[in-house]
């Protein structure tokens, strides 16, 4: 079983940058497509990028093309979401996620706990 722990949340001016990491331990990444996912307030988690095993495949929700970046490193166990020129709207949980299989925006059975980020206008 795989544990994650999400880090690099906190407080920026829109359009502003923030960089989320996912550090996995307890099994290799690799063996896992990974995902974020985000949780605003009063609303229900949603999806907003996931990354094959290898990095050579990516896909990303609507409303943050363009703007965020997933990426991993299997050599470190870690997944990486780098978001610029952030919105108010981007305000949410970041939730980091692991599924054994490739299935774009549905997500696996493992989550970590979430780091706060919250862009002021």
């Known amino acids: 079983q795989v544990q994650l722990v999400e880090s690099g949340g906190g407080l920026v001016q829109a359009g502003g940058s923030l960089r989320l990491s996912c550090a996995a331990s307890?099994?290799?990444?690799?063996?896992?497509?990974m995902g974020w996912f985000r949780q605003a307030p009063g609303q229900e988690r949603e999806f907003v990028a996931v990354i094959n095993w290898s990095g050579g495949t990516t896909y990303y929700t609507d409303s943050v093309k363009g703007r965020f970046t997933i990426s991993r490193d299997n050599a470190k166990n870690t997944v990486y979401l780098q978001m610029n020129s952030l919105e108010p709207e981007d305000t949410a949980v970041y939730y980091c996620?692991?599924?054994?299989?490739?299935?774009?925006?549905?997500?696996?059975?493992?989550w970590g706990q979430g780091t706060q980020v919250t862009v002021s206008s």
């Open positions: 996620n692991a599924n054994s299989n490739y299935r774009g925006s549905r997500p696996g059975h493992y």
């Open positions: 307890g099994r290799a990444i690799s063996e896992y497509a």
